[in-house]
Protein backbone atom coordinates (compact mmCIF):
# COMPACT_ATOMS: atom_id res chain seq x y z
CA UNK A 1 0.00 0.00 0.00
CA UNK A 2 3.24 2.43 0.38
CA UNK A 3 2.91 3.21 -3.26
CA UNK A 4 -0.30 4.09 -3.22
CA UNK A 5 0.13 6.34 -0.03
CA UNK A 6 2.97 8.01 -1.99
CA UNK A 7 0.96 8.54 -5.05
CA UNK A 8 -1.85 10.04 -3.40
CA UNK A 9 0.64 12.32 -1.47
CA UNK A 10 1.69 13.39 -4.68
CA UNK A 11 -1.44 14.16 -6.26
CA UNK A 12 -2.52 15.90 -3.03
CA UNK A 13 0.42 18.49 -3.48
CA UNK A 14 0.23 18.80 -6.69
CA UNK A 15 -3.38 20.06 -6.27
CA UNK A 16 -3.04 22.38 -3.53
CA UNK A 17 0.11 23.48 -4.27
CA UNK A 18 -0.94 24.71 -7.66
CA UNK A 19 -3.50 27.29 -6.08
CA UNK A 20 -1.36 28.23 -2.54
CA UNK A 21 0.79 30.98 -2.50
CA UNK A 22 4.14 30.37 -0.76
CA UNK A 23 3.70 31.02 3.23
CA UNK A 24 6.47 32.10 5.90
CA UNK A 25 3.91 31.59 8.76
CA UNK A 26 3.13 28.02 10.03
CA UNK A 27 -1.00 27.33 9.41
CA UNK A 28 -2.91 26.85 12.37
CA UNK A 29 -3.68 23.13 13.59
CA UNK A 30 -7.89 23.51 12.82
CA UNK A 31 -6.96 24.84 9.14
CA UNK A 32 -4.13 22.14 8.44
CA UNK A 33 -6.54 19.58 9.78
CA UNK A 34 -9.12 21.26 7.58
CA UNK A 35 -6.89 21.36 4.50
CA UNK A 36 -5.62 17.77 4.66
CA UNK A 37 -8.90 16.35 4.76
CA UNK A 38 -9.86 18.48 1.79
CA UNK A 39 -6.79 17.44 -0.07
CA UNK A 40 -6.98 13.63 0.79
CA UNK A 41 -10.83 13.55 -0.95
CA UNK A 42 -9.68 15.58 -3.61
CA UNK A 43 -6.81 13.11 -4.47
CA UNK A 44 -9.14 10.34 -4.29
CA UNK A 45 -11.50 11.76 -6.87
CA UNK A 46 -8.27 12.59 -9.02
CA UNK A 47 -6.84 9.06 -9.03
CA UNK A 48 -10.24 6.91 -9.01
CA UNK A 49 -11.43 5.70 -12.37
CA UNK A 50 -14.72 7.53 -13.31
CA UNK A 51 -17.69 5.53 -13.28
CA UNK A 52 -19.94 5.41 -16.89
CA UNK A 53 -22.81 7.78 -16.17
CA UNK A 54 -21.90 8.82 -12.66
CA UNK A 55 -24.60 11.22 -10.75
CA UNK A 56 -22.97 14.13 -9.26
CA UNK A 57 -22.77 14.25 -5.22
CA UNK A 58 -21.35 16.28 -3.00
CA UNK A 59 -17.69 15.40 -1.53
CA UNK A 60 -17.53 14.86 1.81
CA UNK A 61 -14.37 16.29 3.84
CA UNK A 62 -15.57 14.35 7.14
CA UNK A 63 -12.29 12.12 8.42
CA UNK A 64 -12.46 8.72 8.05
CA UNK A 65 -12.33 6.71 11.63
CA UNK A 66 -11.81 3.18 11.52
CA UNK A 67 -13.22 3.06 15.32
CA UNK A 68 -16.77 3.62 13.75
CA UNK A 69 -16.67 1.00 10.85
CA UNK A 70 -18.91 -1.93 11.65
CA UNK A 71 -16.48 -5.02 12.33
CA UNK A 72 -16.93 -6.59 8.93
CA UNK A 73 -14.86 -10.14 9.56
CA UNK A 74 -15.77 -11.70 12.06
CA UNK A 75 -13.29 -14.49 12.63
CA UNK A 76 -14.70 -17.71 13.72
CA UNK A 77 -13.28 -19.73 16.43
CA UNK A 78 -10.06 -22.24 15.64
CA UNK A 79 -9.91 -21.03 12.90
CA UNK A 80 -6.17 -19.06 11.43
CA UNK A 81 -7.86 -15.98 11.20
CA UNK A 82 -8.56 -16.12 14.88
CA UNK A 83 -4.85 -17.15 15.66
CA UNK A 84 -3.47 -14.62 13.59
CA UNK A 85 -5.77 -12.08 15.70
CA UNK A 86 -4.24 -12.93 19.01
CA UNK A 87 -0.21 -11.83 18.66
CA UNK A 88 2.18 -15.00 19.69
CA UNK A 89 3.86 -14.62 23.08
CA UNK A 90 6.78 -17.15 21.81
CA UNK A 91 5.32 -19.92 24.13
CA UNK A 92 7.22 -23.42 22.86
CA UNK A 93 5.48 -26.68 23.48
CA UNK A 94 6.91 -28.36 26.72
CA UNK A 95 7.85 -25.20 28.47
CA UNK A 96 4.86 -24.88 30.92
CA UNK A 97 6.32 -21.33 32.39
CA UNK A 98 4.90 -18.03 31.51
CA UNK A 99 6.54 -17.00 28.10
CA UNK A 100 8.93 -13.82 27.98
CA UNK A 101 6.58 -11.16 26.12
CA UNK A 102 9.05 -8.99 23.84
CA UNK A 103 8.61 -5.26 23.99
CA UNK A 104 7.95 -3.25 20.93
CA UNK A 105 11.10 -0.69 20.56
CA UNK A 106 10.15 2.66 20.13
CA UNK A 107 11.84 4.94 17.54
CA UNK A 108 12.49 8.17 18.48
CA UNK A 109 12.76 10.95 15.91
CA UNK A 110 14.73 14.27 16.94
CA UNK A 111 12.91 17.22 16.52
CA UNK A 112 13.61 19.72 13.17
CA UNK A 113 16.58 22.24 13.37
CA UNK A 114 13.80 24.54 11.62
CA UNK A 115 10.26 25.66 11.81
CA UNK A 116 8.95 24.08 8.56
CA UNK A 117 6.92 26.08 6.26
CA UNK A 118 3.35 26.12 5.92
CA UNK A 119 3.29 23.66 2.43
CA UNK A 120 6.07 21.04 3.85
CA UNK A 121 4.14 21.08 7.14
CA UNK A 122 0.93 20.63 4.66
CA UNK A 123 2.36 17.50 2.62
CA UNK A 124 3.43 16.10 6.37
CA UNK A 125 -0.14 16.28 7.67
CA UNK A 126 -1.55 15.12 4.23
CA UNK A 127 0.71 11.68 3.90
CA UNK A 128 -0.38 10.71 8.15
CA UNK A 129 -3.65 10.91 7.50
CA UNK A 130 -2.93 8.89 4.20
CA UNK A 131 -0.81 6.40 6.38
CA UNK A 132 -3.63 6.70 9.07
CA UNK A 133 -6.80 5.57 5.53
CA UNK A 134 -4.73 2.90 4.01
CA UNK A 135 -3.49 1.45 7.02
CA UNK A 136 -5.25 -2.22 7.01
CA UNK A 137 -7.69 -2.41 11.02
CA UNK A 138 -7.05 -5.22 13.36
CA UNK A 139 -10.47 -5.74 14.56
CA UNK A 140 -11.11 -7.55 18.10
CA UNK A 141 -11.08 -11.12 17.42
CA UNK A 142 -14.87 -12.92 17.86
CA UNK A 143 -15.94 -16.17 18.96
CA UNK A 144 -18.10 -17.30 16.50
CA UNK A 145 -20.51 -20.38 17.32
CA UNK A 146 -21.23 -22.30 14.36
CA UNK A 147 -24.20 -24.17 14.27
CA UNK A 148 -22.50 -27.75 14.62
CA UNK A 149 -21.21 -26.24 18.45
CA UNK A 150 -24.67 -24.92 19.14
CA UNK A 151 -26.14 -28.15 18.29
CA UNK A 152 -24.23 -30.29 20.40
CA UNK A 153 -25.56 -32.43 22.28
CA UNK A 154 -23.89 -31.31 25.52
CA UNK A 155 -24.46 -27.29 24.77
CA UNK A 156 -28.11 -28.15 24.44
CA UNK A 157 -28.34 -30.31 27.48
CA UNK A 158 -26.70 -27.18 29.28
CA UNK A 159 -29.17 -24.33 27.44
CA UNK A 160 -32.11 -26.29 28.52
CA UNK A 161 -31.13 -26.92 32.46
CA UNK A 162 -29.75 -22.83 32.63
CA UNK A 163 -32.92 -21.89 31.06
CA UNK A 164 -35.12 -24.15 33.33
CA UNK A 165 -34.06 -25.86 36.32
CA UNK A 166 -31.52 -23.38 37.17
CA UNK A 167 -32.87 -20.49 35.55
CA UNK A 168 -33.65 -18.28 38.92
CA UNK A 169 -29.45 -19.09 39.55
CA UNK A 170 -28.47 -17.73 36.35
CA UNK A 171 -30.68 -14.87 36.76
CA UNK A 172 -29.09 -13.52 39.79
CA UNK A 173 -25.75 -14.14 38.56
CA UNK A 174 -26.11 -12.11 35.23
CA UNK A 175 -27.71 -9.80 37.33
CA UNK A 176 -24.54 -9.36 39.35
CA UNK A 177 -22.32 -9.64 36.10
CA UNK A 178 -22.74 -5.83 35.88
CA UNK A 179 -20.42 -4.91 38.43
CA UNK A 180 -17.41 -6.84 36.53
CA UNK A 181 -18.31 -7.28 32.85
CA UNK A 182 -17.49 -3.53 31.36
CA UNK A 183 -14.20 -3.85 33.27
CA UNK A 184 -13.56 -7.39 32.05
CA UNK A 185 -14.12 -6.37 28.42
CA UNK A 186 -12.09 -3.07 28.30
CA UNK A 187 -9.36 -5.23 29.55
CA UNK A 188 -9.47 -8.45 27.24
CA UNK A 189 -10.02 -5.52 24.37
CA UNK A 190 -6.64 -4.47 25.45
CA UNK A 191 -4.91 -7.96 25.53
CA UNK A 192 -6.92 -8.52 22.02
CA UNK A 193 -9.06 -11.24 23.17
CA UNK A 194 -12.63 -11.87 22.56
CA UNK A 195 -15.08 -10.48 24.73
CA UNK A 196 -17.04 -13.56 25.05
CA UNK A 197 -14.25 -14.90 27.81
CA UNK A 198 -15.60 -12.59 29.87
CA UNK A 199 -18.39 -15.44 30.65
CA UNK A 200 -15.60 -17.80 31.53
CA UNK A 201 -15.91 -15.77 35.06
CA UNK A 202 -19.59 -17.12 35.20
CA UNK A 203 -19.19 -20.63 34.36
CA UNK A 204 -15.63 -20.34 37.15
CA UNK A 205 -17.08 -18.62 39.85
CA UNK A 206 -20.51 -17.24 38.96
CA UNK A 207 -18.86 -13.92 39.50
CA UNK A 208 -18.26 -13.98 43.08
CA UNK A 209 -15.17 -12.68 44.24
CA UNK A 210 -14.72 -14.85 46.92
CA UNK A 211 -15.77 -17.82 45.21
CA UNK A 212 -13.37 -20.98 46.10
CA UNK A 213 -13.13 -24.20 45.07
CA UNK A 214 -12.38 -27.86 46.87
CA UNK A 215 -9.05 -27.84 44.79
CA UNK A 216 -7.97 -24.60 46.57
CA UNK A 217 -8.65 -21.91 43.77
CA UNK A 218 -10.09 -18.99 44.49
CA UNK A 219 -11.74 -15.54 43.19
CA UNK A 220 -13.48 -14.27 39.78
CA UNK A 221 -10.73 -16.61 37.94
CA UNK A 222 -10.47 -19.40 40.08
CA UNK A 223 -6.89 -19.45 40.26
CA UNK A 224 -5.01 -21.82 42.12
CA UNK A 225 -2.11 -20.45 44.05
CA UNK A 226 0.65 -21.54 41.76
CA UNK A 227 -0.81 -20.18 38.47
CA UNK A 228 -2.01 -16.98 40.42
CA UNK A 229 2.09 -16.23 41.42
CA UNK A 230 3.26 -17.34 37.61
CA UNK A 231 1.05 -14.35 36.27
CA UNK A 232 1.54 -11.88 39.14
CA UNK A 233 -0.92 -11.84 41.70
CA UNK A 234 0.09 -12.32 45.47
CA UNK A 235 -0.93 -14.19 48.29
CA UNK A 236 0.25 -13.85 51.74
CA UNK A 237 -1.31 -13.66 55.44
CA UNK A 238 -2.92 -10.01 54.84
CA UNK A 239 -3.58 -10.16 51.08
CA UNK A 240 -4.82 -12.68 48.30
CA UNK A 241 -5.26 -11.21 44.53
CA UNK A 242 -6.70 -13.68 43.20
CA UNK A 243 -9.82 -11.84 45.18
CA UNK A 244 -9.10 -8.69 43.06
CA UNK A 245 -11.37 -8.62 40.29
CA UNK A 246 -9.42 -6.16 38.28
CA UNK A 247 -5.68 -8.03 39.39
CA UNK A 248 -7.00 -11.41 38.97
CA UNK A 249 -8.73 -10.06 35.11
CA UNK A 250 -5.30 -8.55 34.34
CA UNK A 251 -3.87 -12.17 35.39
CA UNK A 252 -6.44 -13.97 33.77
CA UNK A 253 -6.05 -12.44 30.44
CA UNK A 254 -2.56 -13.07 30.19
CA UNK A 255 -2.85 -16.67 31.16
CA UNK A 256 -5.60 -16.88 28.17
CA UNK A 257 -3.47 -15.37 26.04
CA UNK A 258 -0.40 -17.52 26.63
CA UNK A 259 -2.39 -20.86 26.22
CA UNK A 260 -3.71 -19.35 22.85
CA UNK A 261 -0.49 -18.75 21.43
CA UNK A 262 0.74 -22.75 21.98
CA UNK A 263 -2.83 -24.58 21.39
CA UNK A 264 -3.93 -22.37 18.40
CA UNK A 265 -7.68 -23.12 19.45
CA UNK A 266 -9.83 -20.90 21.44
CA UNK A 267 -11.88 -23.88 22.74
CA UNK A 268 -8.78 -26.05 23.41
CA UNK A 269 -7.54 -22.84 25.61
CA UNK A 270 -10.53 -23.21 27.26
CA UNK A 271 -10.50 -26.57 27.73
CA UNK A 272 -6.94 -25.97 28.86
CA UNK A 273 -7.74 -22.42 31.24
CA UNK A 274 -9.86 -25.79 33.33
CA UNK A 275 -7.60 -28.61 33.31
CA UNK A 276 -4.26 -27.18 32.93
CA UNK A 277 -1.93 -26.96 29.66
CA UNK A 278 -0.19 -30.32 30.76
CA UNK A 279 -3.43 -32.30 30.80
CA UNK A 280 -4.99 -31.05 27.87
CA UNK A 281 -1.64 -31.71 26.07
CA UNK A 282 -1.47 -35.04 27.57
CA UNK A 283 -4.37 -35.87 26.39
CA UNK A 284 -4.13 -34.38 22.71
CA UNK A 285 -0.79 -36.85 22.49
CA UNK A 286 -3.12 -39.81 23.52
CA UNK A 287 -6.14 -39.59 21.82
CA UNK A 288 -4.18 -37.73 18.69
CA UNK A 289 -7.36 -35.39 18.53
CA UNK A 290 -6.56 -32.03 17.50
CA UNK A 291 -9.56 -30.05 17.98
CA UNK A 292 -11.17 -30.07 21.62
CA UNK A 293 -14.73 -31.28 20.13
CA UNK A 294 -12.94 -34.63 18.97
CA UNK A 295 -10.69 -34.56 22.19
CA UNK A 296 -14.03 -34.20 23.97
CA UNK A 297 -15.10 -37.46 22.80
CA UNK A 298 -12.07 -39.79 23.46
CA UNK A 299 -11.73 -41.11 27.57
CA UNK A 300 -8.77 -38.96 28.30
CA UNK A 301 -10.09 -35.92 29.71
CA UNK A 302 -12.16 -35.24 33.65
CA UNK A 303 -15.89 -35.18 33.05
CA UNK A 304 -15.60 -31.58 34.23
CA UNK A 305 -13.35 -30.43 31.36
CA UNK A 306 -15.33 -32.48 28.98
CA UNK A 307 -18.50 -30.16 30.23
CA UNK A 308 -17.19 -27.26 30.94
CA UNK A 309 -16.67 -26.14 27.31
CA UNK A 310 -20.33 -26.85 26.47
CA UNK A 311 -21.36 -24.67 30.08
CA UNK A 312 -19.62 -22.10 28.46
CA UNK A 313 -20.66 -21.81 24.78
CA UNK A 314 -24.38 -22.48 26.27
CA UNK A 315 -24.04 -19.29 29.34
CA UNK A 316 -22.46 -17.09 26.66
CA UNK A 317 -25.48 -17.97 24.10
CA UNK A 318 -27.89 -16.99 26.85
CA UNK A 319 -25.86 -13.59 28.12
CA UNK A 320 -26.18 -12.08 24.60
CA UNK A 321 -29.69 -12.96 24.02
CA UNK A 322 -31.24 -13.49 27.41
CA UNK A 323 -34.67 -13.09 26.13
CA UNK A 324 -34.28 -15.46 23.54
CA UNK A 325 -33.81 -18.02 26.56
CA UNK A 326 -36.69 -17.02 28.54
CA UNK A 327 -34.61 -14.28 30.24
CA UNK A 328 -36.91 -10.93 30.86
CA UNK A 329 -35.97 -7.44 32.48
CA UNK A 330 -32.69 -8.66 33.25
CA UNK A 331 -31.66 -5.78 36.32
CA UNK A 332 -28.04 -5.84 35.86
CA UNK A 333 -26.40 -4.48 38.57
CA UNK A 334 -24.56 -0.83 38.36
CA UNK A 335 -20.81 -1.23 37.65
CA UNK A 336 -18.41 -0.80 40.29
CA UNK A 337 -17.48 3.16 41.03
CA UNK A 338 -14.81 3.98 42.96
CA UNK A 339 -11.30 6.07 44.10
CA UNK A 340 -8.37 4.85 45.05
CA UNK A 341 -6.29 6.41 47.84
CA UNK A 342 -2.94 5.62 49.17
CA UNK A 343 -2.45 4.19 53.06
CA UNK A 344 0.75 4.05 54.34
CA UNK A 345 0.48 1.76 57.52
CA UNK A 346 -2.27 -0.63 58.51
CA UNK A 347 -5.66 0.72 59.46
CA UNK A 348 -8.93 -1.04 59.83
CA UNK A 349 -11.42 -1.08 57.39
CA UNK A 350 -13.76 0.25 60.39
CA UNK A 351 -11.87 3.29 61.21
CA UNK A 352 -11.28 3.55 57.24
CA UNK A 353 -15.15 3.74 57.20
CA UNK A 354 -15.68 6.05 60.20
CA UNK A 355 -12.82 8.96 58.04
CA UNK A 356 -14.79 8.73 54.77
CA UNK A 357 -17.99 8.49 56.03
CA UNK A 358 -19.16 4.87 54.77
CA UNK A 359 -20.63 1.89 55.17
CA UNK A 360 -17.87 -0.92 56.32
CA UNK A 361 -19.44 -3.18 53.54
CA UNK A 362 -19.09 -0.87 50.87
CA UNK A 363 -15.06 -1.41 51.79
CA UNK A 364 -15.29 -4.87 52.10
CA UNK A 365 -16.92 -5.51 48.71
CA UNK A 366 -14.61 -3.12 47.19
CA UNK A 367 -11.29 -4.62 48.52
CA UNK A 368 -12.11 -8.23 48.35
CA UNK A 369 -8.68 -9.06 48.35
CA UNK A 370 -8.12 -8.39 52.25
CA UNK A 371 -8.05 -11.04 54.26
CA UNK A 372 -7.94 -9.35 57.81
CA UNK A 373 -10.54 -6.50 57.46
CA UNK A 374 -7.12 -4.70 57.81
CA UNK A 375 -4.83 -2.99 55.15
CA UNK A 376 -1.52 -4.80 54.85
CA UNK A 377 1.51 -3.64 57.41
CA UNK A 378 4.63 -4.60 54.98
CA UNK A 379 4.09 -1.81 52.11
CA UNK A 380 1.86 0.95 51.11
CA UNK A 381 -1.43 -0.21 50.03
CA UNK A 382 -3.58 1.33 47.21
CA UNK A 383 -7.44 1.24 49.02
CA UNK A 384 -10.12 1.60 46.95
CA UNK A 385 -13.42 3.67 48.19
CA UNK A 386 -16.64 4.97 47.18
CA UNK A 387 -16.48 7.47 44.81
CA UNK A 388 -16.61 10.78 46.32
CA UNK A 389 -15.31 9.85 48.99
CA UNK A 390 -11.90 9.75 48.47
CA UNK A 391 -11.17 13.57 49.67
CA UNK A 392 -13.10 13.19 53.14
CA UNK A 393 -10.44 10.19 53.76
CA UNK A 394 -7.23 11.91 52.42
CA UNK A 395 -8.30 15.29 54.87
CA UNK A 396 -8.90 12.35 57.90
CA UNK A 397 -6.23 10.52 56.94
CA UNK A 398 -3.66 13.58 57.23
CA UNK A 399 -4.95 14.30 60.73
CA UNK A 400 -3.93 10.88 61.69
CA UNK A 401 -0.66 10.79 60.80
CA UNK A 402 0.14 13.90 62.71
CA UNK A 403 -1.26 12.23 66.20
CA UNK A 404 0.14 8.46 65.18
CA UNK A 405 3.77 8.56 65.40
CA UNK A 406 4.27 4.35 65.04
CA UNK A 407 2.63 1.24 64.39
CA UNK A 408 3.46 -2.02 64.90
CA UNK A 409 2.17 -5.36 64.65
CA UNK A 410 2.08 -7.65 67.71
CA UNK A 411 1.47 -10.82 67.90
CA UNK A 412 0.46 -12.31 71.43
CA UNK A 413 0.59 -15.98 72.49
CA UNK A 414 -2.56 -17.39 74.36
CA UNK A 415 -1.69 -18.42 77.68
CA UNK A 416 -3.94 -20.12 80.33
CA UNK A 417 -6.82 -17.99 81.95
CA UNK A 418 -7.02 -15.31 79.25
CA UNK A 419 -9.72 -14.53 77.46
CA UNK A 420 -10.22 -12.38 74.20
CA UNK A 421 -11.46 -9.45 76.70
CA UNK A 422 -8.45 -9.87 78.71
CA UNK A 423 -6.39 -9.50 75.63
CA UNK A 424 -8.36 -6.64 74.33
CA UNK A 425 -8.51 -4.67 77.33
CA UNK A 426 -4.12 -5.33 77.74
CA UNK A 427 -3.77 -3.86 74.47
CA UNK A 428 -6.22 -1.12 73.81
CA UNK A 429 -8.28 -2.73 71.75
CA UNK A 430 -12.13 -3.71 70.69
CA UNK A 431 -13.01 -7.06 71.22
CA UNK A 432 -14.55 -7.39 67.47
CA UNK A 433 -11.64 -5.18 65.91
CA UNK A 434 -9.37 -7.82 67.32
CA UNK A 435 -11.65 -11.10 65.58
CA UNK A 436 -12.27 -9.59 62.61
CA UNK A 437 -8.31 -8.71 62.33
CA UNK A 438 -7.71 -12.33 63.38
CA UNK A 439 -10.59 -13.54 61.18
CA UNK A 440 -12.53 -15.22 64.26
CA UNK A 441 -15.69 -16.60 64.32
CA UNK A 442 -15.88 -16.79 67.83
CA UNK A 443 -14.39 -15.14 71.05
CA UNK A 444 -13.53 -18.93 72.15
CA UNK A 445 -9.31 -19.17 72.55
CA UNK A 446 -7.08 -22.11 72.51
CA UNK A 447 -4.10 -21.90 74.59
CA UNK A 448 -1.16 -21.11 72.69
CA UNK A 449 -3.16 -19.64 70.09
CA UNK A 450 -1.18 -16.38 67.90
CA UNK A 451 -3.12 -13.41 67.80
CA UNK A 452 -2.20 -10.25 65.98
CA UNK A 453 -3.13 -7.10 67.00
CA UNK A 454 -2.20 -4.00 65.67
CA UNK A 455 -0.54 -1.17 68.14
CA UNK A 456 -0.70 2.28 67.44
CA UNK A 457 1.83 4.69 69.52
CA UNK A 458 0.12 7.83 69.63
CA UNK A 459 2.31 10.90 70.41
CA UNK A 460 2.81 11.18 74.35
CA UNK A 461 1.05 7.88 75.00
CA UNK A 462 -0.20 4.14 73.36
CA UNK A 463 -3.32 3.09 71.93
Known sequence: MKPRTDLLALACA???????????????????????RGAIDVAERALAPEPEAAPSAAVSTAP?????IEEAAVTAP????????????????GNHDAPQRAHEKKVERSAPKYWPQADDRLLELIGKDLDKAVEPGRPRPRLQFSKAVID??????????????????????LSRSGRYFQMISEILGAEGLPEELAYLALVESNFSTTAKSPSGAVGLWQFIPSTARQYGLKIDPWVDERRDPIKSTRAAAAYLKDLHAYFDRWYLATAAY???????????????????????????????????????????????????????????????????????????????????GVDVEALRELNPSLLRDSTPPHENFRLRVPFGAGTAFAKAYEQTEKEIEHVR?????????????????????????????????GPRLKIGQRLMIIVEKLRGGLK
Open 409 to 441: IVTHQVRRGETLLSIARRYGQEVRALMRLNSLS
Open 274 to 356: NAGQGAIERAMQKSGAKDYWALSRKNHLSEETRNFVPKFVAVTLIAQNPEKYGFADIAYDAPLAYEEVEVRRPLMLDRVAAMS
Open 78 to 93: DSPAAAAAAPATGHTP
Open 64 to 68: VHWSE
Open 152 to 173: NPRVRHYLAQFSKEQKEHLAKT
Open 14 to 36: AVLLGGCAPATAPLSPAREIALS
